[in-house]
């Protein structure tokens, strides 16, 4: 079956940016968990369908972003909704790396390579998410180094 946007069954293609980025349905979710706060007064509320979602700009340590689409359709107008607003570099429609979306709308960086058990803190510190909201994930303590660095040696005869 091949994708076809003039189908009756296809919804009606759209994007609008409405008025405050607070009425997004994923706003607590990204206010818990990004460092960098300020930018979630530069995000848009984006609403392509029924429900609105936050497009966050990159900026801090905040290096990339995305938004969900559920198919190109949708994808090209919400690239083009973003296109020219600070924060939303490099605007491009890819296939989702998430096994629950087919399509996303990313900005600013490409995403690492991820190999290995440190993926996931590496892919939210790409995400700008705070070392608290990494370490809420995955149960390892707020206060290890953000950096590949070596821990230090223990001593059992440490003072």
């Given at each position: 079956m091949t994708h076809d946007p003039s189908s009756v069954r296809h919804p009606a293609?759209?994007?609008?940016?409405?008025?405050?980025?607070?009425?997004?349905y994923d706003f607590e979710y990204y206010?818990?968990?990004?460092?960098?706060?300020?930018?979630?007064?530069k995000s848009l509320a984006v609403r392509t369908m029924r429900m609105p979602f936050l497009a966050v700009p990159v900026g801090g340590t905040r290096r990339g972003?995305?938004?969900?689409?559920?198919?190109?359709?949708f994808g090209l107008k919400v690239r083009?909704?973003?296109?020219?607003?600070?924060?939303?570099?490099?605007?491009?429609?890819?296939?989702s790396p998430y096994p629950d979306t087919c399509f996303v709308v990313e900005w600013g960086e490409r995403l690492p390579?991820?190999?290995g058990d440190r993926d996931a803190t590496t892919l939210r510190r790409f995400y700008g998410y705070s070392e608290a909201a990494i370490a809420a994930f995955t149960g390892r303590p707020c206060h290890e180094t953000p950096s590949s660095a070596a821990p230090e040696p223990c001593s059992p005869t440490a003072p």
């Amino acid at each position: 079956m091949t994708h076809d946007p003039s189908s009756v069954r296809h919804p009606a293609v759209t994007a609008t940016a409405i008025a405050l980025p607070h009425d997004a349905y994923d706003f607590e979710y990204y206010e818990r968990r990004i460092s960098d706060t300020w930018l979630l007064e530069k995000s848009l509320a984006v609403r392509t369908m029924r429900m609105p979602f936050l497009a966050v700009p990159v900026g801090g340590t905040r290096r990339g972003g995305d938004y969900p689409v559920s198919c190109p359709c949708f994808g090209l107008k919400v690239r083009d909704l973003l296109l020219g607003r600070p924060g939303f570099p490099d605007l491009r429609v890819q296939w989702s790396p998430y096994p629950d979306t087919c399509f996303v709308v990313e900005w600013g960086e490409r995403l690492p390579k991820l190999w290995g058990d440190r993926d996931a803190t590496t892919l939210r510190r790409f995400y700008g998410y705070s070392e608290a909201a990494i370490a809420a994930f995955t149960g390892r303590p707020c206060h290890e180094t953000p950096s590949s660095a070596a821990p230090e040696p223990c001593s059992p005869t440490a003072p």
